[in-house]
């Protein structure tokens, strides 16, 4: 996508141009499911800081955005990580969330991958299970179920 920025004309890094025909799709890369708010805190710039040990469990990056949404009140929320110490158990909504997520809530993160059309046979997606403390239980692996 061409866009007019100033007196230039420059391509926009949000809709990159693409020749080759190439379709992507969005497709659910990383899942923590049912990990369990531990901390609210409301007076914070924002994010949710997750346990270390759960992010590299599933590849979820420090700063990734990710969507969180809470299984009590079905709010969905869409911030960035921030990784607590490993082994910590932390789940903390910062900010804005904390008005909407209360500790004791069960609530599950989402992150998003894109990868081209035809090539979602090779995809997969990593599922960490946790305990009431937020410990890792197992990581599933699943992949497309193509027809």
């Not at 969507?67 to 110490?85: D, E, F, H, K, S």
Request: aromatic letters at 8%.
């Amino acid at each position: 996508m061409i866009g007019k920025i100033g007196n230039a004309t420059e391509r926009s890094p949000c809709r990159p141009e693409r020749t080759d025909g190439a379709v992507w799709v969005a497709l659910c890369k990383a899942k923590l499911h049912c990990v369990n708010v531990t901390e609210a805190m409301l007076h914070y710039e924002g994010s949710v800081s997750i346990d270390r040990a759960l992010l590299d469990a599933v590849g979820i990056l420090p700063f990734e955005i990710v969507q969180v949404t809470n299984l009590a009140n079905g709010t969905l929320w869409r911030t960035y990580t921030i990784p607590a110490p490993a082994g910590s158990g932390v789940f903390c909504l910062n900010g804005p969330p904390a008005r909407h997520f209360q500790v004791g809530d069960q609530a599950i993160v989402v992150s998003t991958g894109y990868c081209e059309f035809d090539k979602v046979a090779n995809w997969t997606l990593r599922v960490a299970f946790v305990d009431q403390q937020n410990r890792l239980l197992r990581v599933g692996v699943e992949t497309i179920p193509l027809a």
